[in-house]
């Protein structure tokens, strides 16, 4: 059973609009809409789990009503970060032996591609991450903003999502992160790093699958459904 988990409840508040990130329209359809439809209507994902701002509940509900899909396994309520989030999504997959693919909603652009290569790599390893290269160079600094290291650029990567794991590995590093008292990570597949429970394979992303941050973000948007239409 391949499972996408949506999370959806961020506040979006970087986007300095009304709504958060995910209901802001981009050519008369939102993002949350773009990013639903990508798993919704792709042949290989079974069920859509979605992770949801409690505040925004009728609005997600009106967009469901609208829409029809028919891969909504179920809708929960979001936690106060996107770890507890993601958490209580991973923790609504009752298959001992699914695959799950955890998708920022913010990002409208994922391709049946990335999809197929996240599913595919599956097959050979327990967790998976999306990146791509990064055509900037990388700096670290110190708390005194001074340059610590410049990291080799060739070996530096840009972490997309979905990322993609074995239900029971990734159910084990949420698990192992509650009892640490963690709820602040950003990132799933830092949670398999610190505990150390899977390698994770990664697979390459898109230029095109950018996350909706800042407003200048919703113009890229709009110049990526117009190279998409020709």
């Known amino acids: 059973m391949n499972y996408a988990i949506i999370l959806a409840s961020g506040a979006g508040e970087r986007t300095g609009l009304n709504v958060p990130k995910q209901f802001v329209l981009i050519e008369n359809k939102s993002v949350l809409e773009r990013s639903i439809e990508a798993f919704e209507n792709h042949s290989c994902i079974d069920k859509i789990i979605l992770v949801i701002n409690p505040l925004f509940t009728d609005l997600v509900h009106e967009i469901l009503a609208k829409n029809k899909y028919s891969k909504i ?68 600094v110190n708390e005194n903003n001074i340059i610590k290291k410049v990291p080799d650029r060739k070996r530096l990567r840009r972490c997309q999502t979905p990322q993609c794991f074995d239900i029971n590995v990734i159910k084990k590093a949420h698990e192992l992160a509650k009892k640490d008292g963690i709820d602040n990570i950003t990132d799933d597949c830092g949670l398999i790093l610190k505990y150390n429970l899977s390698d994770i394979y990664v697979v390459e992303g898109s230029v095109d699958n950018i996350k909706i941050t800042y407003p200048i973000d919703l113009e890229i948007a709009k110049l990526i459904l117009k190279k998409e239409s020709n």
């Open 73 to 140: 396994n179920k809708i929960l309520t979001g936690g106060k970060t996107r770890q507890i989030s993601s958490y209580i999504g991973v923790n609504a997959v009752e298959e001992q032996d699914a695959k799950v693919l955890i998708h920022d909603a913010a990002r409208p652009f994922v391709s049946a591609k990335i999809i197929n290569d996240c599913l595919k790599a599956l097959d050979k390893n327990n967790a998976v991450n999306v990146a791509i290269e990064t055509s900037d160079t990388i700096i670290e």
